[in-house]
């Protein structure tokens, strides 16, 4: 059997560095925007906002050199998790565990070329730190 992901898109906000509790290792947290190739009814392009989960050194890059705008290549694998949130409600969580995140432009040339992303959208998931267990 084969799960494997591969994406480019850009970061919707700057990584979110923690540590694991009992044993201290580094975990990374960010969501990328990759466009569809198609566009909707109105001739308007749409992005899917995918969550990725980086780990150990890797995370520790990613947080320190990857900020909002960036453009990268995540390959991993897809992970379906469930858990209950604080209210005690059942809920799943779709992410990529990256086995790989290749920076594909410097932050210098993604100052000076401007994004133009501003992470808003309204297609954009509202996910709240409560959602995640971790």
Do not use: H
């Not at 700057?14 to 925007?33: C, H, K, M, S, W």
């Not at 009814?41 to 969550?51: S, T, V, W």
């Not at 705008?69 to 390959?75: D, N, T």
């Amino acid at each position: 059997m084969l799960n494997k992901v591969v994406l480019i898109g850009r970061l919707v906000r700057d990584p979110e560095l923690r540590y694991t509790q009992n044993e201290g290792v580094p975990v990374a947290n960010f969501t990328i925007a990759v466009d569809r190739p198609f566009s909707n009814q109105k001739g308007e392009k749409e992005a899917d906002f995918i969550r990725i989960v980086v780990w150990k050194k890797q995370a520790e890059n990613c947080a320190s050199y990857l900020g909002k705008g960036r453009l990268v290549a995540v390959e991993g694998r897809l992970q379906i998790r469930s858990y209950e949130d604080r209210e005690g409600i059942k809920r799943i969580a779709a992410e990529v565990v990256a086995r790989n995140v290749v920076f594909l432009e410097s932050r210098r040339a993604a100052e000076e070329a401007g994004s133009g992303f501003d992470g808003q959208t309204s297609d954009e998931p509202d996910i709240g730190d409560e959602d995640v267990p971790f």
